[in-house]
């Protein structure tokens, strides 16, 4: 895995592409936000993150360490969320995915407390 894939994930993430997003899950594939319940397919993967995007105003990944071991790959970032009222947080988050063989996520995990985002 390249550092170019990273960053175009991010990318893809930061501008709120939702469809984007879910094209880079295999069809079985699935990401867990936190404690959430799953969401699988790139279908529902869509649909969820899309939801996501309508709470907040925008976003911006800055990654500050990664690590990969086989398909596996950890990522150690901030992100900044601005806020539906003009305001931003920064909150620390954690990012564990798992390709395929064709490149495509079979799961995805992120951990953040959110709590902040929506005080």
């Known amino acids: 895995m390249s550092r170019d894939f990273v960053q175009r994930v ?4 930061d501008a ?6 879910a094209a880079l899950f295999a069809p079985d594939g699935r990401i867990v936000f936190g404690n959430g319940a799953p969401m699988t397919g790139p279908d529902e993967v869509e649909v969820g993150v899309r939801a996501f995007f309508g709470t907040i105003a925008g976003l911006a990944h800055r990654v500050e360490r990664e690590w990969q071991v086989g ?3 950890v990522i150690d970032l901030v992100v900044t969320y601005r806020r539906l009222d003009g305001g931003e947080v920064v909150v620390p988050a954690a990012v564990i995915w798992t390709r395929d ?11 953040f407390d959110l ?4 005080a």
């Open 10 to 13: 991010f990318e893809i993430v």
């Open 16 to 21: 709120r592409d939702a469809a984007g997003f």
């Open 71 to 73: 398909d596996d790959t």
């Open 101 to 111: 063989a064709d490149g495509l996520f079979r799961d995805y995990r992120v951990y």
């Open 115 to 118: 709590a902040p985002l929506y």
